[in-house]
């Protein structure tokens, strides 16, 4: 049977059925097994794409009806291959695509109903982007590929289309969390049911597969999932055309022999001069699947659901106008608020930071905009961030056209919007379990890794230093005596977490890049960020020379408190770890998160959000159990108060605070 590819052949909610004959990729003359070259001789370099020429292009929503007799609804959606138009100026892309849209459908549900759904796997045809590894750092912002320096990857074109979906954020069992290893090839279906047990909130779906999820969410595998609730109906917030998705990343695109862009993905990372390959960062950023789009506002009030779904770039918006200069502060704070985080509204408004709005890979925004602000201004986002490697070489996210034009908009900013809120903190928490996890800088293990601890009561039983001993200093407190369990995601499940137990996840980052640390099934608060100075952490080396292991030669040792202020108290699923502007050598940072693990149980994963770090062992698993079943397994220990494998994460002596809670 021909395989079906859809084409859409402009930026457009709506897809066009192609013939039954497949659409020819762009360069009939390169197979998707066939290394891109440049001949030698071409130095023509593509020429540049007009920002903010093409409409953003918004998906549609899918709202699944409850059956009355069941209490369940149930939806189908398809992955399929298509073809579709990232530029007006560019070839068609070929991509993959939740029920053939780029983004996948909105699902939106209530709180509290049910919704199985099957998500099938109908892709066909060739892997939909080639994969390149750069000596030359440059390179990696440059479309096409380079013969002296770039190395074709032959692998990635044999990749079959296999697939499992995760609901980022969602409260659901082990069994419908998407587990990594659990995916389908073509003509098969994963089952998921949901819940929708929770607060109102912005989750998104993505592709999970083991070992490629950096690949397969770059073809397109993405989507938003909205929660409603009556305390968010309450708000009377934007709907309708007035509620919008918007799904950032950046890609890079292959080119012809003479230069010009083919509209071919193309992942192409740096690997540097410890042969290690860094994450991917692109050149051209998209939102929901068009390059720079604009889009035209009435002078009313917005809602945008924000979601970054980049690899590894961060963003951090500002507001500009056309001559890039930047939109006065006062302007800004009273056109655009930030009313949510990941996992839901936020107590009260918060403006957006003066700096930014900064999203890391996974982290998502809920923002009210009042264009009566700025009727009849032509203004757009630019990206500012200074997390390596800053915005892409043309930093223009995306705009806004705003009519000049008084509309009768009878919304009002409420000056309360979750009146369920609770800000959560160490001292008034419930009796909880301590876990500790470190990331490892690459300048002294290679790669980033993530280390799972445990607690060494006798610090004097381990040898300083030691492979996989990490040592804390801070004030005020023992010395922390910290010991390696685990590693690799193959590695035995250490974490064990009691259903609906309450737990303080502490994860100290030792110094290189900035971790989105994203935990699954739970929502959390972050309740302290701390800097540290982690020079003393280091290789450790024999009398050769040779390196025996990685610890620490001196403690990691606090320098300051880092306040969590505004948008930062909110309800999240993926928080930053490591300071967000080019930090000091050595520098490391704590950051600590508290949550209840409930709602649900099964074998769930944490992670790095870096999508790269993720598929390169930044993934470790974790298991949550009923209590009275997890004092049941050998060894735990039938009727202790904590759960937890013999003591892993647990902190032991930890000293009362003034408020009468354990401290951490």
């Known amino acids: 049977m021909p395989e079906l590819i859809e084409t859409l052949t402009e930026p457009a909610p709506a897809p066009v059925t192609a013939p039954e004959s497949a659409p020819a990729i762009t360069e009939p003359e390169r197979t998707a097994a066939t290394a891109p070259a440049r001949a030698p001789e071409t130095t023509a370099e593509p020429a540049p794409l007009e920002p903010f020429a093409d409409p953003l292009r918004i998906p549609p929503v899918l709202r699944p009806e409850t059956d009355p007799g069941t209490g369940l609804a149930e939806l189908t959606v398809t992955t399929r291959p298509v073809l579709l138009p990232l530029h ?50 440059a390179n990696t912002m440059l479309p096409g590929y380079d013969p002296d320096a770039d190395t074709f990857d032959r692998g990635a074109p044999k990749l079959p289309p296999w697939t499992v979906v995760h609901l980022h954020g969602a409260r659901t069992g082990g069994g419908n969390d ?108 998209l939102v929901n699947g068009v390059i720079q789009p604009h889009l035209e506002v009435a002078a009313r009030w917005y809602r945008f659901r924000m979601v970054n779904g980049s690899n590894a770039r961060f963003f951090t918006l500002r507001l500009c106008y056309e001559d890039g200069t930047p939109v006065e502060r006062e302007l800004v704070d009273r056109a655009f608020h930030q009313i949510g985080t990941d996992s839901g509204l936020l107590p009260e408004p918060e403006p957006l930071p003066a700096e930014g709005l900064t999203l890391a890979p996974g982290e998502r925004a809920d923002v009210l905009a009042d264009f009566s602000v700025l009727r009849g201004m032509r203004v757009h986002w630019v990206n500012v961030s200074t997390n390596p490697p800053g915005p892409a070489p043309s930093p223009q996210v995306m705009q806004f056209r705003v009519e000049d034009r008084e509309e ?22 419930p009796d909880h379990e301590h876990r500790w996890v470190v990331l490892t800088p690459p300048d002294a293990t290679g790669m980033p890794m993530m280390w799972e601890m445990e607690t060494v009561e006798d610090a004097s039983s381990v040898p300083i230093p030691s492979d996989g001993v990490v040592q804390v200093r801070r004030p005020g407190r023992p010395l922390l005596t910290l010991r390696r369990v685990a590693t690799l995601f193959d590695d035995a499940t250490t974490f064990m977490v009691r259903q609906d137990g309450w737990e303080q996840w502490n994860v100290l980052n030792l110094g290189g890049p900035v971790h989105p640390f994203h935990i699954h099934l739970i929502r959390f608060q972050e309740t302290r960020r701390q800097n540290f100075d982690a020079r003393g952490f280091q290789p450790l080396l024999r009398a050769d020379g040779t390196v025996r292991g990685h610890g620490t030669v001196t403690p990691v040792t606090f320098t300051e408190e880092v306040p969590t202020e505004g948008a930062g108290r909110g309800w999240k699923d993926t928080v930053r770890v490591g300071d967000t502007t080019p930090p000091p050598a050595g520098s490391g940072q704590l950051v600590s998160v508290l949550g209840r693990f409930d709602g649900a149980s099964g074998r769930y994963m944490y992670h790095c959000h870096i999508l790269e770090h993720e598929d390169e062992a930044m993934m470790r698993p974790f298991s949550v159990m009923p209590g009275q079943v997890m004092d049941m397994r050998p ?18 002596g930890a000293a009362e605070s003034p408020e009468g809670g354990r401290t951490s």
């Open 178 to 285: 998407g587990w990594t290893d659990n995916a389908v090839a073509p003509g098969e279906t994963q089952l998921s049911e949901y819940a929708n047990d929770q607060a109102a909130t912005t989750l998104w779906y993505h592709d999970h597969a083991m070992n490629i999820t950096s690949l397969n969410v770059m073809t397109g595998l993405t989507g938003m999932y909205w929660i409603r609730d009556e305390e968010e109906e309450a708000l009377g917030l934007p709907d309708g055309p007035q509620e919008i998705p918007l799904v950032l990343c950046d890609r890079n695109l292959d080119t012809d022999w003479e230069g010009r862009l083919t509209g071919r993905l193309m992942h192409k990372v740096f690997r540097n001069e410890q042969d290690v390959p860094l994450p991917f960062y692109g050149p051209y950023t």
């Open 408 to 429: 009768d908009d009878p919304f009002a900013l409420p000056p309360r919007l979750s009146p369920s809120y609770e800000r959560l903190s160490h001292a008034t928490a």
């Open 635 to 652: 060894g735990m220990g039938h009727g202790t108060e904590h759960g937890g494998g013999g003591g892993h994460g647990m902190e032991h």
């Open 88 to 137: 007006s100026q560019l070839p068609p892309s070929l991509m993959w695509a939740y029920d053939g849209q780029i983004p996948g459908p909105t699902v939106e549900v209530r709180r509290g109903a049910r919704l199985r759904v099957a998500w099938t796997n109908g892709l066909s045809g060739p892997y939909p982007l080639i994969k390149v590894e750069t000596k030359v750092q």
